[in-house]
């Protein structure tokens, strides 16, 4: 058993969630038991992770996606369950959103970037004022080497649009539901922009930019950064650790 408050200061500190505008609430967002024996990460907050982690004994749950977005919400409806499973099982729900986009060594875009062996890593992705993604330079390839490796990484199948040159050398990579950087990497003058959902103006953004996209998912895209986060806190503290993965498509 370890103080949950150590193991939440750590990772507020690594992650440095004081220096870092978010519209999601960063650290603690539900107080649960102050000893804790067993945290449980997930990707996103929601009520068929807390009842999973509840069988597995977790005493904190931590995740990418909480259940506090900057704006109060009325304890009704799905939000109150949630909040109120939580709270009867004395569990501890902390969420790092952003943080855990941009961080160089277990941010999900560093992540991402050392599975397919990128170099000359730059910040890269501008969201609300943050550079929350990354570019850098592979060894060229073709586009379908790139895109296996990334599945076989995220165990997703990834959407492709192929409108830029067969041969890869340049990528961005942000994480998530950041379509709406392709302009970006586009001016840029990237190869390839990974992200993980799209929507409909990403096809003639990459025929008329001439690039290439690949889109793992949005929840596929970000299971790495929780995973290397989990791996950090069991090394750093005498605590059992699981990850659950709530199976997402999307």
């Known amino acids: 058993m370890v103080n949950g408050e150590d193991v939440l200061h750590f990772m507020d ?5 004081a220096h870092i505008p978010d519209a999601s ?35 904190m749950i931590v995740v990418h996606h909480g259940l506090l977005w900057g704006q109060e919400e009325t304890l009704t ?25 941009k961080h160089p060594v277990v941010g999900h875009n560093a992540c991402l970037m050392r599975a397919i062996g990128a170099q000359r890593l730059q910040p890269f992705g501008e969201y609300h004022g943050n550079l929350i993604g990354f570019s850098g330079v ?5 586009l379908p080497v790139l895109v296996k490796k990334l599945e076989n ?7 492709v649009f192929a409108f830029g040159s067969p041969k890869v050398e340049s990528v ?15 001016s840029a003058k990237l190869d390839v922009f990974v992200t993980g959902a799209l929507d409909e103006p990403v096809q003639e953004w990459c025929r008329e930019g001439h690039i290439n996209c690949v889109a793992l998912g ?13 791996e950090l806190v069991a090394k750093r503290f005498e605590v059992e650790t699981e990850f659950i993965d709530i199976a997402n498509p999307l």
């Open 13 to 17: 500190t690594y992650l440095d969630i």
């Open 218 to 230: 949005h929840y596929s895209s970000e299971r790495a950064g929780v995973l290397a986060l989990m």
């Open 138 to 142: 592979v060894e060229q390839t073709d």
């Open 25 to 59: 609430h960063n650290g603690l967002q539900v107080e649960g038991a102050q000893r804790v024996g067993k945290i449980v990460f997930g990707v996103s907050a929601s009520l068929e992770l807390f009842r999973k982690a509840k069988d597995a004994g977790a005493d």
């Open 172 to 186: 961005g990579i942000v994480s998530g539901g950041a379509y709406s950087m392709l302009p970006q990497a586009i």
């Open 153 to 159: 990484f995220c165990q997703t199948q990834a959407r």
């Open 77 to 101: 409806g799905l939000f109150r369950e949630r909040v109120a499973f939580l709270l009867k099982h004395n569990i501890s729900l902390a969420g790092y959103h952003l943080p855990l986009d």
